[in-house]
RNA sequence: UGGGGCGUGGUGCAAGGGUAGCACACCAGCCUUUGGAGCUGUGGAUCUUGGUUCGAAUCCAGGCGCCCCAGCCA
């Protein structure tokens, strides 16, 4: 699949490709930058692409390193699911390293700064720094302690380190310019005093913890890294980036943002995404639903498609929205179809089941019909489905009274039983209240298989599943979460516009075979959709989670019937 | 409001002074033992105004619109 895609061409390829050419590097190193605060997300794909990318076209590595400077929101547990998720994608990395495996390097280096004399420690509250910070229009104010002797600076930083102060009484900073029209300039903060809660690496080791400013860059100089590649909102923080490289004296790596990617009819911020876990939207954070790796794993996506996607989706700096782009979910959709349409093995199942009776079929035969398992692809084979007089047929194949272009099983039509007969519909059982219950039908012995001798043709093929021989299982069918474009647009906020149909579970049937199938096989119900086989399945009722439906003609006629 | 970034069909990306193209979506048709898949075709876009040029999506200037920034989050 990847050869297929001609070879990606964008900014950040052309300047990493400059760099090489101008000597300004001699290889390429990127890294991927979690923080181990959450689950990867089909956003970070992008991200992570890139970076590995970059590095393998460039013969270079990449460094998995995790970015646990805030010990407040980091967890081991959020590391060991961002490592399993990234080695899913096929993602392969020189080594992992962490921000915390640096912290005693960096706090030479920022003892270095203080010394020169371009960092300083500030006694203000956290209020009185943003108070004196100033606004968009108004320069802000110098702190009252900018101007302290060195002597007092480490003395005062080391105790801060130490763990004499409690939180919030003292930053270390660096003396930049309070006047400059980039707030980020404005002395940012380098390390704030936190006592708890403990690190998951370092645990009560440190009370003080670096920023982000300051110890993103500086990790990326110590590790060598040539480009560092993040998103548009860090444009701000690049001249920052750069100063403090510039004062230490370090290598210089290289920031160049791109937009991000983000799902139209999904949320994509950790915590929309953790309101509608906690406030039991959704079962988990890998529900099928979610747009998080994990959830589409389970729902059967696989990481092919998802590649393939983001890779067609493009490198650029346009910000649609929220820093970011908004792909369509189509489009990801389409691409899950064209990987699965040729791997999948075809089964035939029946969500919604309506009994069909042969009437001039021998009560007590059964034959077995030949199915092949993927017209896509005959080296998949082919398999035999017991075929008698009982049979489940899906309700929506069958109507009393067909609407226009309805082409499927009615009264006095013939349609095609895949592989099986073309069977004719004769008359229904209806019960007390109305409803159509058994659907009878004769069947035409001379075209087993599913061929007329005589070349006359049906309009439709149907499928179905012998009563008898049917395994019970439930289907998850899901839709889309939101019923909004934009969740987050409008005042109401996302939860006002939840898709209250984004999950109906039916009880149907499946080919014998299937009982067995283990969570994460994937198949093709036919004329259905893709599904996979989910970790509820229990061993005599398997679930199947709907991964993708297929295009489904028939429901656009009706759609625009209905709108007529 | 100061700073930074960005404007090409509905969406996402191409075209780097020379015929505006691709994918998805949409519409029509062909084909079909999945109303699937496949095949063919149609429609539709350069934010705006001015300038430079034989020629501008591309270069220049103004305007308009959208996104990001005032955490001791990342």
């Given at each position: 699949m990847m050869e297929e895609?001609?070879?990606?061409?964008?900014?950040?390829?052309?300047?990493?490709?400059?760099?090489?050419?101008?000597?300004?590097?001699?290889?390429?190193?990127?890294?991927?930058?979690?923080?181990?605060?959450?689950?990867?997300?089909?956003?970070?794909?992008?991200?992570?692409?890139?970076?590995?990318?970059?590095?393998?076209?460039?013969?270079?590595?990449?460094?998995?390193?995790?970015?646990?400077?805030n010990p407040t929101k980091e967890e081991t547990e959020f590391v060991d699911a961002i490592i399993e998720d990234t080695r899913w994608l096929g993602i392969e990395w020189k080594e992992i390293t962490y921000a915390s495996d640096y912290f005693d390097l960096l706090y030479e280096w920022a003892q270095k700064l203080v010394w020169m004399r371009k960092a300083y420690v500030d006694d203000q509250s956290?209020?009185?720094?943003?108070?004196?910070?100033?606004?968009?229009?108004?320069?802000?104010?110098?702190?009252?302690?900018?101007?302290?002797?060195?002597?007092?600076?480490?003395d005062l930083l080391e105790r801060m380190k130490n763990g004499e102060f409690s939180d919030g009484s003292r930053v270390l900073r660096a003396k930049i310019d309070m006047a400059h029209p980039n707030l980020n300039m404005r002395d940012p903060v380098m390390y704030r005093i936190l006592h708890e809660p403990p690190h998951h690496r370092t645990g009560d080791k440190w009370k003080i913890y670096p920023l982000y400013d300051w110890a993103h860059g500086q990790n990326d100089s110590m590790e060598g890294i040539t480009h560092s590649l993040c998103s548009l909102e860090y444009r701000d923080h690049r001249p920052l980036y750069d100063w403090f490289h510039e004062q230490l004296g370090v290598f210089k790596s290289r920031q160049i943002e791109f937009a991000r990617l983000n799902l139209n009819y999904t949320v994509m911020s950790k915590r929309k995404l953790r309101r509608l876990v906690e406030e039991g939207y959704v079962s988990g954070w890998d529900d099928p639903?979610?747009?998080?790796?994990?959830?589409?794993?389970?729902?059967?996506?696989?990481?092919?498609?998802?590649?393939?996607?983001?890779?067609?989706?493009?490198?650029?700096?346009?910000?649609?929205?929220?820093?970011?782009?908004?792909?369509?979910?189509?489009?990801?959709?389409?691409?899950?179809?064209?990987?699965?349409?040729?791997?999948?093995?075809?089964?035939?199942?029946?969500?919604?089941?309506?009994?069909?009776?042969?009437?001039?079929?021998?009560?007590?035969?059964?034959?077995?019909?030949d199915a092949v398992n993927n017209p896509e692809d005959p080296s998949a084979g082919a398999r035999k489905v017991p075929f008698s007089k009982e049979l489940y047929i899906e309700q929506d194949d069958f109507r009393e009274t067909p609407p226009p272009k309805y082409y499927r099983l009615y009264p006095g039509n013939e349609v095609r039983l895949r592989y099986a007969y073309f069977v004719k519909c004769t008359h229904v059982v209806k019960n007390d209240v109305g409803e159509v219950v058994e659907v009878h039908a004769t069947y035409d012995p001379s075209t087993r298989g599913g061929d007329a001798q005589d070349g006359r043709k049906v309009k439709s093929t149907i499928h179905w599943l012998s009563a008898s021989h049917a395994k019970e299982a439930e289907f998850r069918m899901y839709d889309r979460l939101f019923t909004k474009e934009d969740p987050e647009e409008g005042e109401e906020g996302s939860l006002a516009c939840l898709n209250p149909d984004s999950l109906h579970i039916l009880h149907g049937y499946v080919e014998p075979s299937l009982a067995q199938a283990k969570p994460g096989n994937r198949f093709q119900f036919e004329r259905l959709g893709y599904f996979a086989t989910d970790q509820d399945a229990s061993e005599n009722k398997p679930v199947f989670n709907l991964t993708v439906s297929l295009k489904d003609t028939w429901a656009k006629i009706e759609r625009s019937n209905k709108s007529k």
């Amino acid at each position: 699949m990847m050869e297929e895609t001609t070879k990606p061409t964008d900014f950040i390829r052309e300047a990493v490709a400059e760099d090489l050419r101008t000597g300004r590097f001699n290889y390429v190193r990127t890294r991927l930058p979690p923080e181990p605060n959450g689950y990867l997300h089909i956003g970070h794909v992008k991200a992570w692409m890139i970076d590995y990318l970059v590095a393998k076209e460039n013969n270079g590595e990449l460094i998995l390193r995790f970015d646990d400077t805030n010990p407040t929101k980091e967890e081991t547990e959020f590391v060991d699911a961002i490592i399993e998720d990234t080695r899913w994608l096929g993602i392969e990395w020189k080594e992992i390293t962490y921000a915390s495996d640096y912290f005693d390097l960096l706090y030479e280096w920022a003892q270095k700064l203080v010394w020169m004399r371009k960092a300083y420690v500030d006694d203000q509250s956290p209020e009185e720094v943003s108070a004196n910070r100033g606004t968009f229009t108004e320069p802000g104010k110098n702190s009252p302690w900018r101007d302290r002797s060195v002597e007092e600076n480490l003395d005062l930083l080391e105790r801060m380190k130490n763990g004499e102060f409690s939180d919030g009484s003292r930053v270390l900073r660096a003396k930049i310019d309070m006047a400059h029209p980039n707030l980020n300039m404005r002395d940012p903060v380098m390390y704030r005093i936190l006592h708890e809660p403990p690190h998951h690496r370092t645990g009560d080791k440190w009370k003080i913890y670096p920023l982000y400013d300051w110890a993103h860059g500086q990790n990326d100089s110590m590790e060598g890294i040539t480009h560092s590649l993040c998103s548009l909102e860090y444009r701000d923080h690049r001249p920052l980036y750069d100063w403090f490289h510039e004062q230490l004296g370090v290598f210089k790596s290289r920031q160049i943002e791109f937009a991000r990617l983000n799902l139209n009819y999904t949320v994509m911020s950790k915590r929309k995404l953790r309101r509608l876990v906690e406030e039991g939207y959704v079962s988990g954070w890998d529900d099928p639903r979610m747009p998080t790796l994990r959830a589409m794993r389970r729902r059967g996506y696989t990481a092919e498609a998802i590649i393939d996607f983001v890779q067609r989706m493009g490198v650029s700096t346009v910000a649609t929205s929220n820093a970011g782009v908004i792909a369509d979910i189509a489009f990801l959709e389409s691409r899950v179809r064209e990987d699965l349409n040729k791997h999948s093995l075809r089964r035939m199942a029946v969500t919604k089941p309506l009994k069909l009776v042969i009437d001039n079929y021998p009560d007590d035969l059964v034959e077995e019909m030949d199915a092949v398992n993927n017209p896509e692809d005959p080296s998949a084979g082919a398999r035999k489905v017991p075929f008698s007089k009982e049979l489940y047929i899906e309700q929506d194949d069958f109507r009393e009274t067909p609407p226009p272009k309805y082409y499927r099983l009615y009264p006095g039509n013939e349609v095609r039983l895949r592989y099986a007969y073309f069977v004719k519909c004769t008359h229904v059982v209806k019960n007390d209240v109305g409803e159509v219950v058994e659907v009878h039908a004769t069947y035409d012995p001379s075209t087993r298989g599913g061929d007329a001798q005589d070349g006359r043709k049906v309009k439709s093929t149907i499928h179905w599943l012998s009563a008898s021989h049917a395994k019970e299982a439930e289907f998850r069918m899901y839709d889309r979460l939101f019923t909004k474009e934009d969740p987050e647009e409008g005042e109401e906020g996302s939860l006002a516009c939840l898709n209250p149909d984004s999950l109906h579970i039916l009880h149907g049937y499946v080919e014998p075979s299937l009982a067995q199938a283990k969570p994460g096989n994937r198949f093709q119900f036919e004329r259905l959709g893709y599904f996979a086989t989910d970790q509820d399945a229990s061993e005599n009722k398997p679930v199947f989670n709907l991964t993708v439906s297929l295009k489904d003609t028939w429901a656009k006629i009706e759609r625009s019937n209905k709108s007529k």
